[in-house]
Protein backbone atom coordinates (compact mmCIF):
# COMPACT_ATOMS: atom_id res chain seq x y z
CA UNK A 1 0.00 0.00 0.00
CA UNK A 2 0.88 3.76 -0.84
CA UNK A 3 1.81 5.83 2.14
CA UNK A 4 0.43 9.02 2.81
CA UNK A 5 1.52 12.10 1.91
CA UNK A 6 4.46 13.83 3.15
CA UNK A 7 3.74 17.52 2.13
CA UNK A 8 0.95 19.23 0.27
CA UNK A 9 1.69 18.84 -3.53
CA UNK A 10 2.40 14.80 -2.49
CA UNK A 11 -1.83 14.95 -2.02
CA UNK A 12 -2.95 14.56 -5.94
CA UNK A 13 -0.64 12.02 -6.77
CA UNK A 14 -1.58 9.89 -3.28
CA UNK A 15 -5.21 10.64 -4.48
CA UNK A 16 -5.02 9.20 -7.69
CA UNK A 17 -2.61 6.32 -6.38
CA UNK A 18 -5.68 5.14 -4.55
CA UNK A 19 -7.66 5.12 -7.59
CA UNK A 20 -10.10 8.08 -6.51
CA UNK A 21 -11.12 11.03 -8.59
CA UNK A 22 -10.85 13.20 -6.12
CA UNK A 23 -11.45 13.69 -2.04
CA UNK A 24 -14.69 14.80 -0.81
CA UNK A 25 -14.05 17.20 2.34
CA UNK A 26 -17.45 16.96 4.30
CA UNK A 27 -15.90 19.59 7.20
CA UNK A 28 -14.66 22.71 5.71
CA UNK A 29 -15.07 26.25 6.35
CA UNK A 30 -15.83 29.48 4.01
CA UNK A 31 -16.82 32.57 5.95
CA UNK A 32 -17.98 35.81 4.62
CA UNK A 33 -14.35 37.83 5.24
CA UNK A 34 -14.84 40.17 7.61
CA UNK A 35 -16.25 37.30 9.74
CA UNK A 36 -12.85 35.44 8.65
CA UNK A 37 -10.99 37.86 9.42
CA UNK A 38 -12.48 37.92 12.93
CA UNK A 39 -12.68 33.95 13.26
CA UNK A 40 -8.94 34.41 12.66
CA UNK A 41 -8.45 37.15 14.93
CA UNK A 42 -9.53 34.72 17.82
CA UNK A 43 -7.26 31.80 17.00
CA UNK A 44 -4.63 34.76 17.42
CA UNK A 45 -5.73 34.59 20.92
CA UNK A 46 -5.86 30.83 20.57
CA UNK A 47 -3.04 30.73 23.62
CA UNK A 48 -5.32 32.28 26.22
CA UNK A 49 -8.89 30.56 24.73
CA UNK A 50 -7.39 27.12 24.59
CA UNK A 51 -4.15 27.05 26.30
CA UNK A 52 -2.34 26.67 23.26
CA UNK A 53 -0.97 28.69 19.87
CA UNK A 54 -3.03 28.43 16.95
CA UNK A 55 -1.28 29.52 13.92
CA UNK A 56 -3.14 29.75 10.73
CA UNK A 57 -2.11 27.29 8.02
CA UNK A 58 -4.25 28.97 5.12
CA UNK A 59 -4.41 32.75 6.02
CA UNK A 60 -4.93 33.90 2.47
CA UNK A 61 -7.72 35.23 0.14
CA UNK A 62 -10.74 33.52 -0.43
CA UNK A 63 -9.42 32.50 -4.16
CA UNK A 64 -6.26 31.53 -2.88
CA UNK A 65 -7.80 29.06 -0.63
CA UNK A 66 -9.86 27.86 -3.52
CA UNK A 67 -6.61 27.56 -5.30
CA UNK A 68 -5.01 25.49 -2.85
CA UNK A 69 -8.17 23.57 -2.44
CA UNK A 70 -7.90 22.90 -5.98
CA UNK A 71 -4.09 21.71 -6.20
CA UNK A 72 -5.14 19.15 -3.26
CA UNK A 73 -8.23 17.61 -5.23
CA UNK A 74 -10.27 18.38 -3.10
CA UNK A 75 -13.10 18.11 -5.94
CA UNK A 76 -16.25 18.08 -3.59
CA UNK A 77 -16.56 19.87 -0.34
CA UNK A 78 -19.39 21.02 2.48
CA UNK A 79 -18.44 24.63 3.16
CA UNK A 80 -19.71 25.12 6.63
CA UNK A 81 -20.85 28.37 8.12
CA UNK A 82 -22.22 28.97 11.89
CA UNK A 83 -23.38 31.73 14.34
CA UNK A 84 -22.26 32.67 17.37
CA UNK A 85 -25.24 34.76 18.36
CA UNK A 86 -28.96 34.83 17.69
CA UNK A 87 -29.89 36.71 14.53
CA UNK A 88 -27.16 35.32 12.01
CA UNK A 89 -28.50 31.93 10.52
CA UNK A 90 -30.56 33.28 8.09
CA UNK A 91 -27.82 35.85 6.23
CA UNK A 92 -25.13 32.86 6.61
CA UNK A 93 -27.35 30.36 5.65
CA UNK A 94 -28.36 32.94 2.23
CA UNK A 95 -24.62 33.83 1.57
CA UNK A 96 -23.18 30.75 2.08
CA UNK A 97 -26.17 28.83 -0.51
CA UNK A 98 -24.70 31.90 -2.91
CA UNK A 99 -21.21 30.81 -2.31
CA UNK A 100 -21.88 27.00 -3.33
CA UNK A 101 -23.93 29.34 -6.20
CA UNK A 102 -20.61 30.99 -7.62
CA UNK A 103 -17.68 27.84 -6.54
CA UNK A 104 -17.25 24.67 -8.48
CA UNK A 105 -16.82 22.06 -6.05
CA UNK A 106 -18.34 23.56 -2.89
CA UNK A 107 -21.88 21.97 -2.06
CA UNK A 108 -25.07 23.90 -1.26
CA UNK A 109 -25.41 24.01 2.64
CA UNK A 110 -27.02 25.62 5.49
CA UNK A 111 -26.76 26.30 9.57
CA UNK A 112 -29.53 26.41 12.39
CA UNK A 113 -29.15 28.36 15.93
CA UNK A 114 -31.61 27.63 18.72
CA UNK A 115 -33.92 30.77 17.54
CA UNK A 116 -37.64 31.75 16.94
CA UNK A 117 -37.70 31.63 12.52
CA UNK A 118 -35.33 28.77 12.49
CA UNK A 119 -37.44 26.31 10.54
CA UNK A 120 -38.66 28.96 8.32
CA UNK A 121 -34.67 29.78 6.76
CA UNK A 122 -33.86 26.10 7.23
CA UNK A 123 -36.77 24.91 5.39
CA UNK A 124 -36.32 27.42 2.66
CA UNK A 125 -32.28 26.25 2.08
CA UNK A 126 -33.66 22.55 2.41
CA UNK A 127 -36.15 23.53 -0.64
CA UNK A 128 -32.86 25.56 -2.69
CA UNK A 129 -30.63 22.19 -2.56
CA UNK A 130 -29.07 22.43 0.74
CA UNK A 131 -27.37 18.94 1.40
CA UNK A 132 -25.41 19.75 4.56
CA UNK A 133 -26.21 21.08 7.61
CA UNK A 134 -23.58 22.48 10.21
CA UNK A 135 -24.62 22.98 13.59
CA UNK A 136 -22.22 24.25 16.13
CA UNK A 137 -23.47 23.56 20.01
CA UNK A 138 -19.59 24.76 21.76
CA UNK A 139 -19.73 28.33 19.66
CA UNK A 140 -23.30 28.92 19.50
CA UNK A 141 -23.81 28.09 23.37
CA UNK A 142 -27.35 27.00 22.86
CA UNK A 143 -28.64 23.48 24.18
CA UNK A 144 -29.34 21.21 20.67
CA UNK A 145 -32.45 20.12 22.90
CA UNK A 146 -33.77 23.69 22.75
CA UNK A 147 -37.96 22.93 21.50
CA UNK A 148 -37.06 25.80 19.15
CA UNK A 149 -35.14 23.25 17.25
CA UNK A 150 -37.50 20.28 18.00
CA UNK A 151 -39.03 20.65 13.93
CA UNK A 152 -35.76 21.85 12.52
CA UNK A 153 -33.93 17.98 13.59
CA UNK A 154 -36.89 16.64 11.92
CA UNK A 155 -36.70 18.69 8.79
CA UNK A 156 -33.12 17.50 8.33
CA UNK A 157 -34.39 14.04 9.36
CA UNK A 158 -36.61 14.18 7.09
CA UNK A 159 -34.59 15.58 3.85
CA UNK A 160 -32.07 12.71 4.70
CA UNK A 161 -29.60 15.93 4.54
CA UNK A 162 -26.26 14.86 7.06
CA UNK A 163 -26.01 17.71 9.77
CA UNK A 164 -22.41 18.29 10.92
CA UNK A 165 -22.62 18.75 14.53
CA UNK A 166 -19.92 19.85 16.61
CA UNK A 167 -21.49 19.11 20.23
CA UNK A 168 -17.64 17.63 21.89
CA UNK A 169 -16.48 19.26 24.78
CA UNK A 170 -13.30 19.91 22.88
CA UNK A 171 -11.31 22.40 22.54
CA UNK A 172 -13.51 23.58 25.13
CA UNK A 173 -16.06 22.77 26.68
CA UNK A 174 -19.54 24.83 25.97
CA UNK A 175 -22.82 25.30 28.74
CA UNK A 176 -24.48 22.43 26.62
CA UNK A 177 -21.49 20.27 24.76
CA UNK A 178 -21.10 16.24 25.51
CA UNK A 179 -22.43 13.42 23.62
CA UNK A 180 -24.82 12.58 26.43
CA UNK A 181 -26.96 16.14 25.40
CA UNK A 182 -26.56 15.41 22.05
CA UNK A 183 -27.80 11.65 22.25
CA UNK A 184 -30.98 13.55 24.03
CA UNK A 185 -31.90 14.90 20.27
CA UNK A 186 -30.64 11.20 18.88
CA UNK A 187 -33.18 9.54 21.07
CA UNK A 188 -36.04 12.09 19.66
CA UNK A 189 -34.92 12.29 15.82
CA UNK A 190 -33.42 8.50 15.76
CA UNK A 191 -33.90 8.90 11.79
CA UNK A 192 -31.15 11.76 11.78
CA UNK A 193 -28.23 11.62 9.79
CA UNK A 194 -25.85 13.30 11.84
CA UNK A 195 -22.11 13.30 11.52
CA UNK A 196 -20.15 13.96 14.54
CA UNK A 197 -17.48 16.87 14.38
CA UNK A 198 -13.92 15.80 15.14
CA UNK A 199 -14.91 12.20 16.21
CA UNK A 200 -16.78 13.80 19.01
CA UNK A 201 -13.05 14.76 20.87
CA UNK A 202 -12.19 14.30 22.90
CA UNK A 203 -14.83 11.72 24.13
CA UNK A 204 -13.67 9.74 20.75
CA UNK A 205 -14.60 6.80 22.60
CA UNK A 206 -18.07 7.41 23.48
CA UNK A 207 -19.12 8.68 20.31
CA UNK A 208 -17.89 5.12 18.70
CA UNK A 209 -20.35 3.86 21.59
CA UNK A 210 -22.87 6.00 19.72
CA UNK A 211 -22.41 5.14 16.25
CA UNK A 212 -22.90 1.93 17.17
CA UNK A 213 -25.94 2.39 18.40
CA UNK A 214 -27.80 4.84 16.08
CA UNK A 215 -26.95 3.58 12.55
CA UNK A 216 -27.56 6.96 10.55
CA UNK A 217 -24.84 8.53 13.07
CA UNK A 218 -21.09 9.49 11.74
CA UNK A 219 -18.14 10.24 12.58
CA UNK A 220 -15.32 12.98 11.02
CA UNK A 221 -11.82 13.06 11.21
CA UNK A 222 -11.32 17.15 11.64
CA UNK A 223 -8.64 17.38 13.56
CA UNK A 224 -8.37 13.88 14.67
CA UNK A 225 -4.87 11.70 15.21
CA UNK A 226 -3.07 14.39 14.32
CA UNK A 227 -0.30 15.49 16.28
CA UNK A 228 -1.87 18.68 17.32
CA UNK A 229 -4.60 17.05 19.11
CA UNK A 230 -2.48 14.07 20.54
CA UNK A 231 -2.08 15.57 24.01
CA UNK A 232 -5.67 16.47 24.50
CA UNK A 233 -7.69 14.11 22.71
CA UNK A 234 -5.80 10.66 22.30
CA UNK A 235 -7.18 8.24 19.91
CA UNK A 236 -8.64 4.82 22.49
CA UNK A 237 -6.52 2.28 22.41
CA UNK A 238 -8.68 -0.17 20.39
CA UNK A 239 -9.40 2.57 17.43
CA UNK A 240 -8.08 0.38 14.91
CA UNK A 241 -10.98 -2.26 15.60
CA UNK A 242 -13.12 0.19 16.53
CA UNK A 243 -12.54 1.63 12.84
CA UNK A 244 -12.95 -1.56 11.16
CA UNK A 245 -16.24 -2.33 13.01
CA UNK A 246 -17.52 1.32 11.46
CA UNK A 247 -15.94 1.10 8.62
CA UNK A 248 -18.92 3.04 6.48
CA UNK A 249 -19.31 5.58 8.75
CA UNK A 250 -16.30 7.68 9.15
CA UNK A 251 -16.10 10.31 6.54
CA UNK A 252 -13.18 12.81 5.55
CA UNK A 253 -13.72 16.18 7.53
CA UNK A 254 -10.38 19.07 8.32
CA UNK A 255 -11.48 22.35 9.20
CA UNK A 256 -9.44 23.84 6.44
CA UNK A 257 -8.00 26.65 6.09
CA UNK A 258 -7.76 27.57 9.85
CA UNK A 259 -5.90 24.59 10.71
CA UNK A 260 -2.53 25.12 12.38
CA UNK A 261 -0.43 21.95 9.88
CA UNK A 262 -0.76 21.23 6.54
CA UNK A 263 -3.94 19.42 5.11
CA UNK A 264 -1.50 16.52 3.87
CA UNK A 265 -1.02 15.97 7.94
CA UNK A 266 -4.82 14.89 8.66
CA UNK A 267 -4.43 12.65 5.60
CA UNK A 268 -1.04 11.07 6.77
CA UNK A 269 -3.40 10.68 10.15
CA UNK A 270 -6.15 8.62 8.06
CA UNK A 271 -3.55 6.58 5.82
CA UNK A 272 -1.40 5.81 8.92
CA UNK A 273 -4.77 3.92 10.23
CA UNK A 274 -5.24 2.19 7.42
CA UNK A 275 -1.83 1.52 6.97
CA UNK A 276 -1.58 -0.29 10.71
CA UNK A 277 -4.59 -2.56 9.99
CA UNK A 278 -5.23 -4.96 7.43
CA UNK A 279 -9.09 -4.91 7.97
CA UNK A 280 -8.53 -1.54 6.89
CA UNK A 281 -6.06 -0.68 4.23
CA UNK A 282 -7.09 1.22 0.62
CA UNK A 283 -10.40 -0.15 1.02
CA UNK A 284 -11.05 1.97 4.15
CA UNK A 285 -9.43 5.23 2.66
CA UNK A 286 -11.60 5.21 -0.44
CA UNK A 287 -14.63 4.92 1.83
CA UNK A 288 -13.56 7.68 4.40
CA UNK A 289 -11.52 9.87 1.27
CA UNK A 290 -14.04 9.49 -1.08
CA UNK A 291 -17.34 7.21 -0.52
CA UNK A 292 -19.21 7.73 2.41
CA UNK A 293 -19.18 11.67 2.41
CA UNK A 294 -20.20 10.93 -1.47
CA UNK A 295 -23.03 8.73 -0.04
CA UNK A 296 -24.24 11.35 2.50
CA UNK A 297 -24.33 14.16 0.41
CA UNK A 298 -25.94 12.29 -2.55
CA UNK A 299 -23.49 12.59 -5.07
CA UNK A 300 -24.19 9.98 -7.12
CA UNK A 301 -21.33 7.26 -8.44
CA UNK A 302 -19.72 10.02 -10.70
CA UNK A 303 -19.20 12.46 -7.01
ZN1 LIG B 1 -15.06 23.07 11.91
Not at 84 to 98: C, F, Q, Y
Not at 175 to 196: I, K, Q, S, W
Not at 279 to 293: C, S, T
Request: net charge negative.
Amino acid sequence: MVSGPLTDADVAPWVASLGLPHLVDLHLHFLPDRMQQKVWAYFDEAAEHYGTPWPIQYRMSEEDRLDVLRKLNVGVFAPLVYPHKPGMGAWLTEWVLDFAARTPGAVPTATIYAEPGVTSYLGAALEAGARCVKAHVQVGGYDPRDPLLDQAWGMIADAGVPVVIHCGHGPAPGEFTGLDVFEEVLRRHPALTAVLAHAGMPEIGLALDLAQRYPRLHLDTTMVGVAFTAGMSPLPDDWLDRLAALPDRIVLGTDFPSIPYPYAEQLAAIAGWAQADDRLGEPFLRAVLHDNPSRLLRLGTSG
